[in-house]
């Protein structure tokens, strides 16, 4: 297994254009996280899915944000009119079963909003 | 509302000696876990150690180990014998352990550490 991918790596976009993001966990790992981080933060919360359910979602996920995952497996985000404030870099983690349940992230998709 | 917080926004060490990077918290929960992520410029989060707050014992892992003081909400990450792919930004972080949350974690606003050859 290579681990949680994320695609684009990075996307560039003027102010009001929808963008979508990829992300592929690892495979079996049954709990997907999105978080965003914003340079020279750490990574924020955003949504958690437990197989295809979305159980949690941040107050920092406006309603231009949503976010899937179909069948349980890969993930996508989508924000919706994208503004200035929505540059950021947009990680994705996974999570297998057991109980330790530690989160191994994504690389990353790093979003210019223009 | 937990919160994380690294109060040494850099820090540099000389290749082969050893550093201590801090990191306090804040919680009401007896039980969480604790984490040290290391995110090198290719940005890629690396899991480091992992404490869990019932166990005493204080984690290691290779050169890296920690310091947990419950009571004081303190959790250090300790590097020995600096390496020069030891330079990135760690981030310490906190997930509750209650069942039916989303366990995610809780970041502080990390450490970015400079190895000088």
């Known amino acids: 297994d290579t681990g949680v991918s994320q695609n684009p790596r990075h996307k560039i976009t003027k102010r009001g254009q929808n963008v979508t993001f990829r992300c592929d966990p690892i495979s079996e790992h049954n709990r997907l996280y999105w978080y965003r981080q914003t340079l020279g933060q750490g990574p924020e919360f955003l949504t958690y899915?437990?197989?295809?359910?979305?159980?949690?979602k941040s107050r920092l996920l406006s309603d231009r944000f949503s976010a899937e995952r179909p069948k349980g497996s890969f993930s996508t985000l989508e924000i919706q009119r994208t503004e200035q404030g929505d540059s950021a870099m947009y990680l994705c983690?996974?999570?297998?079963?057991?109980?330790?349940?530690?989160?191994?992230f994504g690389p990353g998709t790093r979003l210019t909003v223009l | 509302a937990q919160t994380v917080t690294q109060s040494q926004p850099e820090m540099s060490v000389q290749e082969a000696e050893t550093v201590t990077l801090s990191c306090t918290y804040d919680t009401s929960e007896s039980d969480y876990y604790l984490f040290w992520y290391k995110q090198p410029p290719s940005r890629q989060m690396i899991l480091v150690i992992r404490?869990?707050?019932?166990?005493?014992q204080n984690a290691t892992e290779n050169r890296f180990s920690v310091n947990f003081q419950k009571a004081a909400k303190s959790f250090s990450l300790k590097i020995s014998d600096s390496q020069l792919g030891d330079a990135a930004m760690y981030f310490c972080?906190?997930?509750?352990?209650?069942?039916?949350?989303?366990?995610?974690?809780?970041f502080g606003s990390g450490t970015q550490l400079t190895v000088l050859p």
């Open positions: 972080a906190y997930r509750r352990i209650s069942s039916g949350s989303a366990r995610q974690l809780t």
């Open positions: 404490q869990e707050a019932y166990k005493q």
């Open positions: 899915f437990q197989n295809e359910a979305q159980l949690e």
């Open positions: 983690a996974s999570t297998e079963r057991l109980s330790t349940d530690t989160q191994y």
